[in-house]
């Protein structure tokens, strides 16, 4: 590890204040996911020199990634975090993962700036704007840094590839689990956090044109856009419900408003009368649908996200696979250079099925020994 990179990550952070999502502090994540890459790379590399010569070896090939994601702490990024984590020590990484409070563009730029004046040989970035941060990324591209964009990938792929799952899939997904629970003739309220928020109103247009396809007897309510404000989420879809005595069903794009809308099914006393469906799998989420509070979750794989990006960058900055290549492993034909992920359905039917384990995300880096 460069020593002189880790004093200016230490000043550069302790002078912005800025902490890693775990919840620890940065030398612990570096330093765990770098001793542990050199490990694997010191018994990787056979006999032959002493032990000295070995660990230089190690550290000339280290590749230092930097990562920065939009809401650092919540249980989606924290499981994209381990995965990232996971693929720093299987392939010689120093990761360093940060992110903001809450999801905001204004206070994620300090975030980015503190990480990029630390000299990253790559960025692994959740835009937190999937328009604003076109011309940023063209910039750090022509520049010479590789950035590989998940979660919320940009409209225009200007990174070497984004990852994320398919938002309008997954609306779809759900739309079509309501007319399996309902029958046609529902009437449904979505939720969305803004009306910029690219990501989950891709989620919010699949479940309205895919509830229209199937069911034209529906009615769906104008969208509601609670930020990732549960209290709000939880007023707007009160009054919705008072509004719409008769409603079947919600859609709640991100799990941040679904907690709010949770509450304001239970304080009408019409749980289980009004259906809810909902975006990832927190712990909360998953106990809460075991309790009968949610009716189907549409989990995501960030592990695998965080996995292939920190990966990927790694290949990309030591030469071992190109631009190109890494486009053309990209699964959206609208869109090239994006690659969507599996989601899946969670019910109160599969929820413990072993194969779904790896869809339910943790709360605490810790809990995986990080």
């Not at 007897?217 to 509004?243: F, W």
């Amino acid at each position: 590890m460069k020593k002189t990179r880790l004093m200016l990550l230490a000043v550069m952070f302790a002078a912005l204040g800025l902490t890693a999502c775990s919840g620890g502090t940065e030398s612990t994540e570096t330093t765990a996911a770098a001793s542990s890459a050199e490990e694997v790379s010191t018994e990787e590399s056979g006999g032959g020199g002493s032990e000295a010569a070995q660990a230089e070896g190690v550290e000339e090939d280290r590749v230092y990634i930097g990562a920065v994601a939009a809401e650092a702490g919540i249980p989606y990024f924290t499981t994209m975090q381990w995965g990232a984590l996971d693929a720093a020590k299987d392939y010689n990484v120093e990761l360093y993962w940060t992110g903001p409070a809450e999801w905001d563009f204004s206070k994620q730029q300090s975030f980015i700036d503190g990480v990029i004046q630390t000299n990253p040989d790559a960025l692994l970035l959740v835009p937190t704007d999937s328009d604003a941060y076109i011309s940023y990324v063209e910039t750090w591209m022509a520049e010479g840094l590789p950035v590989i964009c998940c979660d919320a990938v940009l409209r225009e792929p200007v990174d070497l590839i984004g990852y994320n799952s398919n938002p309008y899939e997954g609306g779809a997904t759900a739309a079509k689990i309501f007319l399996e629970m309902n029958g046609p003739g529902g009437i449904y309220q979505p939720v969305s956090t803004n009306p910029g928020a690219y990501g989950a109103n891709l989620r919010i247009n699949g479940f309205i044109d895919t509830m229209k396809e199937l069911d034209p007897t529906c009615e769906i309510l104008e969208v509601l856009y609670p930020t990732n404000d549960a209290n709000k989420a939880a007023e707007l879809v009160s009054n919705s419900i008072v509004g719409n005595p008769d409603m079947t069903g919600i859609f709640v794009a991100t799990s941040a408003p679904a907690s709010g809308a949770a509450s304001a099914v239970i304080e009408a006393g019409k749980q289980g009368e009004i259906k809810i469906a909902a975006f990832d799998a927190d712990p909360q989420q998953v106990q809460d649908l075991k309790a009968g509070i949610y009716d189907v979750l549409i989990a995501q794989d960030p592990y695998q996200m965080g996995y292939d990006a920190v990966m990927n960058l790694a290949k990309y900055v030591r030469g071992e696979i190109t631009a190109e290549e890494l486009k053309a492993t990209g699964n959206d034909e609208e869109q090239p250079g994006v690659r969507h992920y599996e989601t899946k359905a969670l019910t109160r039917d599969n929820i413990d099925d072993p194969e779904n384990a790896k869809f339910q995300y943790i709360a605490e880096i810790s809990q995986v020994g990080y």
